[in-house]
């Protein structure tokens, strides 16, 4: 027996999760490209007039961030469209596809900014009005800390991998962008070369924080889960009254959206009706249990026959074709 969508007496908001959290997360992108395009082109004016190496990297970076914007607010309006015949999950993993774009422009600005570090080492340069390139590191500061504070609080909300991790990318950007001020105190101790190193420096951060958000993104997209998530389905599936067994829990994620499969098993006694009813509650406990859960397909089996390796048709042979089985 399998059942999926059904219909119960509890209240629910009447809006459509995916569209509510959607809508969330393309104003999150919104307004976080609207506050670092406006610290990137602070940042880009100072360096214009002061030449500084170091605040030209996390100018860089920071616009870098901004564009990452663009395919995470397309992602986001994309999910809004819902499934049909072709892509029957939606489109959710066209936000998987936009956390890979993400991470592919912040390593294209680390690239950029190590470079020109370097070209710095060896064609040292003057920088001048120090104190408006310490200006401009806190501005870069206080703008990406906004940021990060309001993508991460919002991708947690929706559950949202890509928009935490751009989040978490901006918050070790305000750490980079302070970053600045030493390279501007090495220069004003008599050290010329600091503000390079501080731009090597910033590119050394940006390549950690590749790493860290690439290793969940491509989790995602392998239809990697969290362990916990996986006991806590099965945990929820076992606490309904009359499941014998929660023999196999498959999870994967669309976007932000979480889908599960649960194969359980119910005393073999018990009528199809009976059996239905467990699976209802079953999966209702589990929508109400896992925020991020967009719909779960419940298989019931009798407790003497369940298991994924209960499922397989037996060697046969028919139609004249050798021996096989399914």
């Known amino acids: 027996m399998i059942m999926r969508r059904h219909t119960h007496n509890h209240h629910h908001p009447p809006a459509d999760p995916v569209v509510t959290t959607t809508g969330k997360g393309a104003r999150a992108v919104l307004w976080s490209f609207t506050a670092l395009l406006a610290t990137a082109a602070c940042q880009a004016t100072v360096v214009f007039f002061t030449g500084s190496v170091a605040l030209l990297a996390d100018t860089i970076h920071n616009l870098g961030d901004a564009a990452t914007a663009i395919p995470l607010w397309i992602a986001?309006?994309?999910?809004?469209?819902?499934?049909?015949?072709?892509?029957?999950?939606?489109?959710?993993?066209?936000?998987?596809?936009?956390?890979?774009?993400?991470?592919?422009?912040?390593?294209a600005s680390a690239v950029a900014a190590g470079a020109e570090s370097v070209r710095r080492f060896v064609n040292p340069a003057p920088v001048r009005h120090l104190w408006a390139v310490a200006?401009?590191?806190?501005?870069?500061?206080?703008?990406?800390?906004?940021?990060?504070?309001?993508?991460?609080?919002?991708?947690?909300?929706?559950?949202?991998?890509?928009?935490?991790?751009?989040?978490?990318?901006?918050?070790?950007?305000?750490?980079?962008?302070?970053?600045?001020?030493?390279?501007?105190?090495?220069?004003?101790?008599?050290?010329?070369?600091?503000?390079?190193?501080?731009?090597?420096?910033?590119?050394?951060?940006?390549?950690?924080?590749?790493?860290?958000?690439?290793?969940?993104?491509?989790?995602?997209?392998?239809?990697?889960?969290?362990?916990?998530?996986?006991?806590?389905?099965?945990?929820?599936?076992?606490?309904?009254?009359?499941?014998?067994?929660?023999?196999?829990?498959?999870?994967?994620?669309?976007?932000?959206?979480?889908?599960?499969?649960?194969?359980?098993?119910?005393?073999?006694?018990?009528?199809?009706?009976?059996?239905?009813?467990?699976?209802?509650?079953?999966?209702?406990?589990?929508?109400h249990h896992l925020r991020y859960l967009s719909d779960a397909t419940i298989h019931v089996d009798p407790a003497h026959a369940s298991g994924v390796a209960r499922h397989g048709v037996p060697s046969h042979d028919h139609d004249g074709l050798p021996g096989h089985s399914h």
């Open 135 to 287: 200006a401009a590191s806190v501005v870069g500061f206080l703008g990406n800390e906004a940021v990060a504070i309001y993508r991460v609080r919002v991708g947690k909300e929706i559950g949202s991998a890509a928009l935490v991790a751009d989040g978490s990318h901006a918050h070790a950007d305000a750490l980079t962008s302070l970053a600045v001020l030493l390279g501007a105190a090495g220069v004003w101790l008599g050290v010329p070369l600091a503000d390079p190193a501080v731009g090597l420096l910033i590119t050394a951060m940006i390549l950690r924080i590749v790493w860290e958000t690439g290793k969940e993104i491509f989790l995602r997209l392998l239809d990697g889960s969290d362990p916990a998530a996986v006991g806590e389905i099965r945990e929820t599936a076992a606490s309904v009254t009359g499941v014998v067994e929660v023999s196999d829990v498959r999870v994967r994620w669309a976007g932000h959206r979480m889908y599960a499969e649960v194969n359980l098993a119910v005393d073999g006694e018990r009528s199809v009706s009976e059996g239905h009813a467990i699976a209802t509650e079953v999966r209702h406990r589990m929508l």
């Open 76 to 107: 986001f309006r994309l999910a809004r469209k819902g499934a049909n015949d072709r892509f029957t999950y939606g489109y959710g993993r066209v936000e998987d596809l936009a956390g890979v774009i993400v991470v592919g422009v912040i390593l």
